[in-house]
């Protein structure tokens, strides 16, 4: 359970970080185009922009599943949970 947490949540994290890129450079597009065709363009990115947030939402959801049963996050202190040789 934990991979499948993991594995979703990179998915949707990075779902969510290509399509914020897509909507940065919809965004460049229409302000270089302007007019009418700028316009749409930018209606465009905002409907993009609301699947994003939702998407993003999701992901956050299953990191914090994924926190509450692996007991750690990313940002844990401790000791290394690698297996090995100690660093001096």
């Known amino acids: 359970m934990k991979k499948t947490l993991t594995t979703v949540y990179g998915a949707l994290a990075l779902l969510a970080t290509g399509l914020a890129a897509f909507i940065a450079v919809l965004f460049l597009l229409a302000l270089?185009?302007?007019?009418?065709?700028?316009?749409?363009?930018?209606?465009?990115?905002?409907?993009?922009a609301r699947w994003s947030i939702s998407v993003a939402a999701v992901a956050v959801l299953v990191g914090l599943v994924h926190t509450y049963v692996t007991g750690t996050h990313s940002l844990t202190a401790g000791p290394s949970r690698k297996s090995g040789t100690e660093e001096s």
């Open 32 to 48: 270089a185009l302007g007019g009418a065709a700028g316009g749409a363009i930018s209606e465009f990115a905002g409907t993009v």
